[in-house]
């Protein structure tokens, strides 16, 4: 693995984000005191569970400046004429606070939990994209699209006017293969990049270039959103125990997610260097040796995908993210209500981010 940073721009301000769960004990205090702090914004994640937007609709009633996204909601479980709707409806609620982060996930969840046939997710992005501008615009929605053609065909259904006000939506692209990293170049608003690693930027960076290139913009224009779980260690013993407890933690991704041989994190990690490695690790998971699983994964998948180590480790992890172009740090926490601020506030402290100290969130808006 190289360790050369392949910056897509120069260093600028980082911004700092939350995972949160709305439904858990403190989490609207959790949300003020973020805010308080300034932190940019919130976002509350969808699986198999609660969904996002309720609960990003309660966030927004407890706070006033914060941005609120949604980590992310799954293409097929909606409409995308109601996930427009759903969108503007927070958007107007909030104040112009919200960002739509979309994903496709995969055959497993969309065919097992909400019926829906897994096929063509870039070609479902992208009609999903232009149906949601569509309607933010407030335009008569007629769609001539290969998955959503709307009116349907040969039907009795007719254009229909949104009874909405126009408004943008920045809709932020969960994207890990090259064809959906390049459609994320050319028409999304932001990015949210699973599995970054800053020493390895191009392998994501360069098919976004080539769409954003497409579309005669810059990849700088996007907001490119890092997820990274956070965790402070006293001194380098405790801080490689928890980089080998994260790096564990991919076992379960790497043997049990994706169907039919398709696993998105696996290709993702493949791309990155991890191919052999990774193969083991999902023989060992899938055969039911799940803890020698774990042990088999690579540590750098656990320390070069987060931020864990002490604050000079953390420190100098931050600084190849903002070298990469990295604009936001989605941070996952863990542990009680005081830990968890006080994480926070030694992260903001190394962040030291112009944008995130004045508070408030600040999307890529269209030029």
Known sequence: MSDSVDATSPGGSI??????E???????????????????????????GYDALTGLAYLAAKTSTIGLGT???????????????????LQELSGGRFTLGIGVSGPRVMEGWHGVRFRRPVQTTRETIEIIRAVSSGARLAHDGEIYPLPLPDSAGRALQPMVRPAHVPVYNAAMGPANLRLTG????????????????????GPMREGAERAGRSVTEL???????????????????AVRRHAGGYAFTIGSMGESGRNFYNEAFTRLGYGEAVNKVAQLWRSGNHDEARRAVPLELGSHTNLVGTPDIISERIDRYRAAG????????????????ATLDLLMGLTSSPTAEAGGFQPFMPR
Not at 326 to 341: E, V
């Open 15 to 20: 911004r700092v984000g939350v995972l949160i």
């Open 22 to 48: 709305p439904r858990l004990p403190g989490a609207t205090d959790f949300a003020v005191e973020a805010e308080r702090i300034g932190v940019a914004s919130l976002w509350v994640p969808e699986i198999w």
């Open 71 to 89: 980590f992310v909601v799954q293409l097929g479980s909606r409409t995308p004429a109601l996930l427009a709707t759903s969108a503007l409806s």
């Open 186 to 205: 050319e028409i999304a608003d932001g990015w949210l990049g699973n599995a970054f690693m800053p020493e390895v930027a191009d392998v994501f960076f």
């Open 223 to 241: 907001d490119l959103v890092a997820p990274v779980a956070v965790e402070f260690a006293d001194g380098r013993a405790a801080a490689d125990a």
């Open 326 to 341: 990295i604009s936001t740090l989605l941070t996952k926490l863990d542990g009680s209500y005081d830990d968890q601020i």
